[in-house]
């Protein structure tokens, strides 16, 4: 199955693809160019996302943002779909009082999205991907608003899941509200503001009622999260940039070139220079 909708005029892309015949189209380590939703049904081996080994019990759901580094070399086979879109088909921001899912299911700096599926709810998941499937075989002139309220469905079905597996207790939307905004804000300032008292004071709130907000659902250290975006924001720049590590320290906010890979090498276990020449190697 590989089905597209592209609205040239809009630069509207919507796609459904089984995974095997994704498999075929995708680069190994392309940065990833859509907001995807994958359903995996079935999986031999694993996936690589931004350098790290990422497991998952199928059946389950997986959400992949733009700019990740996605890395099939380790799926020996899978089973399932893949739906894809970009903001000029269906933005989650403008769409985020409807769905909430920016920086929960997209652009979660916290951790990798998957949602596993029991029996029933993978069934749902697989009906709607089929439904959206046939809408294609429609053809009509309403097949755009069909494939977007069908999009809407699964982000919907998905949020509430998200929040019942990764709550620590009962489900508390405003602590989930709390990690959502902080998640866009580390997005947008992570070059410049580095210090949890930092995002505190833009979501007005003290530094410890945060860290206890984002504990109660299931999130640890505020300061982990922003030094490991950094950090991923490096790799990429690494792996995929001809900048030099001192054009790339200065584009994260470090003035000092040595303090900056002293940081990478902490986190990642070695050195720019010799990250960047592992990788090449690898490719």
């Not at 059946?59 to 799926?75: D, N």
């Not at 992570?190 to 945060?210: C, I, P």
């Amino acid at each position: 199955m590989n089905n597209t909708y592209f609205n040239q005029q809009l630069n509207a892309h919507f796609s459904i693809q089984s995974l095997g015949e994704y498999q075929k189209s995708c680069g190994l380590t392309d940065p990833h160019k859509w907001f995807s939703i994958f359903l995996v049904n079935q999986l031999d081996g694993y996936l690589l996302v931004d350098d790290g080994d990422f497991r998952i019990q199928s059946p389950a759901v997986l959400f992949i943002t733009p700019g990740q580094i996605l890395s099939l070399e380790k799926v020996n086979s899978w089973s399932g779909f893949v739906v894809s879109f970009n903001s000029e088909f269906y933005c989650i921001e403008y769409h985020d009082s409807e769905i909430s899912c920016k920086g929960l299911l997209f652009v979660n700096n916290y951790r990798m999205v998957s949602i596993a599926l029991d029996e029933q709810q993978s069934q749902v998941f697989n009906n709607t991907m089929l439904e959206i499937a046939r809408e294609f075989e429609a053809q009509d002139e309403l097949l755009a608003e069909m494939l977007k309220n069908l999009l809407k469905n699964l982000l919907i079905r998905s949020n509430r899941l998200f929040k019942q597996q990764c709550s620590v207790g009962e489900v508390d939307d405003s602590n989930f509200e709390i990690v959502r905004k902080l998640s866009s804000l580390i997005e947008m300032h992570f070059r410049t503001h580095k210090q949890v008292e930092d995002y505190a004071g833009m979501l007005k709130m003290s530094a410890s009622s945060l860290t206890k907000k984002l504990q109660k659902a299931g999130i640890d250290s505020p300061s982990l999260i922003i030094r490991e975006r950094i950090i991923t924001e490096a790799k990429r720049l690494l792996m995929y940039s001809d900048k030099s590590i001192k054009e790339i320290a200065d584009f994260l906010g470090y003035d000092d070139q040595y303090y900056f890979s002293r940081l990478f090498s902490n986190s990642a276990g070695i050195s720019p220079r010799s990250y960047r020449k592992n990788y090449q190697l690898a490719s």
